[in-house]
T-cell receptor, first 114, second 115 residues
Framework: AQSVTQLDSQVPVFEEAPVELRCNYSSSVSVYLFWYVQYPNQGLQLLLKYLSGSTLVESINGFEAEFNKSQTSFHLRKPSVHISDTAEYFCAVIHAGGSYIPTFGRGTSLIVHP | GAVVSQHPSWVICKSGTSVKIECRSLDFQATTMFWYRQFPKQSLMLMATSNEGSKATYEQGVEKDKFLINHASLTLSTLTVTSAHPEDSSFYIC???????????FGSGTRLTVV
């Protein structure tokens, strides 16, 4: 069975500081990995995804995540955060070759302080 | 890009009444749609998976007769909360998958408050 662990429920950080949101998964087969962002009272928006190829994937707003197969991780990073990055971030995994239903982590609340 | 429209964005209803939430894929055909429920400060809980033209598959613990799902076309799925009670108050989110295994698009969610 696949599972996703987001180790931090809340990450407070000052504006312009770097941030890393951690995500680890468990699966015995190939996976697709995703990061979603959710602003208050809104649905989820895809931030970035890893399907295959380069292990480093980037989003258009400065976030990046690196797929590390040996450590079964897909941590999300940003070198300099903005107030507007304050949101809930969800990591998700799809078990390739299975039902293709994503499993979500519990979410990490990123709080950016001025 | 793929867009999923979910309506209404919020609704308040009286206890005992039914509420219908719509989820539409605007620019692609959704072979599969998912309905989630989200409690405050928590992750998404998958309620059911629906495929066009067939009965929905409900997750364990989700009452089929209470949460009616209809996926009548490749672009529309509806969730009806029947005889709603205050404990049904929650944030409901739909997502749709097109013909690619990696493509999931989420609706903007519906905040249901039952009074």
């Amino acid at each position: 069975a696949q599972s996703v662990t987001q180790l931090d429920s809340q990450v407070p950080v000052f504006e312009e500081a770097p941030v890393e949101l951690r995500c680890n998964y468990s699966s015995s087969v190939s996976v697709y990995l995703f990061w979603y962002v959710q602003y208050p009272n809104q649905g989820l928006q895809l931030l970035l995804k890893y399907l295959s190829g380069s292990t480093l994937v980037e989003s258009i707003n400065g976030f990046e995540a690196e797929f590390n197969k040996s450590q079964t991780s897909f941590h999300l990073r940003k070198p300099s955060v903005h107030i507007s990055d304050t949101a809930e971030y969800f990591c998700a995994v799809i078990h390739a070759g299975g039902s293709y239903i994503p499993t979500f982590g519990r979410g990490t609340s990123l709080i950016v302080h001025p | 890009g793929a867009v999923v429209s979910q309506h209404p964005s919020w609704v308040i209803c009286k206890s005992g009444t039914s509420v219908k939430i719509e989820c539409r894929s605007l620019d692609f055909q959704a072979t599969t749609m998912f309905w989630y429920r989200q409690f405050p400060k928590q992750s998404l809980m998958l309620m059911a998976t629906s495929n066009e033209g067939s009965k929905a598959t409900y997750e364990q613990g989700v009452e089929k007769d209470k949460f009616l799902i209809n996926h009548a076309s490749l672009t529309l799925s509806t969730l009806t909360v029947t005889s709603a009670h205050p404990e049904d108050s929650s944030f409901y989110i739909c997502s749709a998958r097109g013909d690619r295994d990696d493509g999931y698009t989420f609706g903007s969610g519906t905040r249901l408050t039952v009074v």
